[in-house]
């Protein structure tokens, strides 16, 4: 695949984490800025969100946010970014950030990061598109959830072929090499079915 134009990060907004994590989510956003990507991502100052909109804005890149009106204030709109969509529901924001990017790079977060990875893998297991789909295991953080992956495929209750639908990398700069060795997508993304 040509490097994507554009990618979106799904991310914790929770700020009290880890060291190696914040500095993951720089080092994401600093990748993405310096190389011209521009990053979509929910549209908050908080967590790791904050982090990685605030590099890719330091190294000069374009950072599109997207967040659904009520919770504006709890999540603290960032309000130096290219564009800030505010939005009427979390259903609008997931849809919308899917369709403006090319690729999805998933770092550590909590509930609201997994709420928007398995859509994004789901709508993927169902063909509603074929963008890529990296899971960035920071310091093995995923390693349960993709343990449980591997339980649900060996009981029967998934058939996929896990290489196709993502790719797992350990650490950031793997991230763009992977998006590079990624097939070109075939499958747009169909908007009206989301
Ligand atoms: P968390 O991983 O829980 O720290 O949340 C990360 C981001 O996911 C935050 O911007 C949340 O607002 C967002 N989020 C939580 N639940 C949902 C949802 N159902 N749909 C879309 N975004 C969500």
Do not use: N
Not at 64 to 71: Q, T
């Amino acid at each position: 695949m040509k490097i994507p134009s554009s990618v979106c990060v799904y991310c914790g907004a929770s700020s009290r984490v880890a060291d190696i994590h914040k500095q993951a989510a720089h080092a994401l956003g600093d990748g993405l800025g310096r190389r011209g990507i521009r990053l979509v991502y929910g549209g908050g100052r908080v967590g790791l969100m904050g982090i990685v909109a605030d590099a890719a804005l330091a190294a000069g890149g374009e950072v599109v946010g997207i967040i659904p009106e009520h919770i504006q204030s709890a999540e603290v709109e960032h309000t130096g970014l290219t564009e800030l969509h505010v939005v009427d529901s979390m259903h609008t924001r997931k849809r919308m950030m899917a369709e403006q990017s090319d690729a999805f790079v998933v770092l550590p977060g909590g509930l609201g990061t997994l709420d928007e990875a398995f859509e994004i893998l789901t709508w993927r297991q169902l063909q509603l598109h074929d963008k890529p789909i990296l899971i960035a295991d920071v310091d093995g953080y995923w390693r349960p959830l993709l343990a449980l992956i591997d339980h649900m495929v060996a009981e029967g209750f998934a058939r996929i072929d896990r290489s196709r639908l993502y790719r797992v990398v350990d650490h950031i700069d793997d991230v763009f090499t992977a998006l590079e060795e990624q097939p070109d997508p075939a499958v747009p993304i169909q908007p009206r079915k989301l």
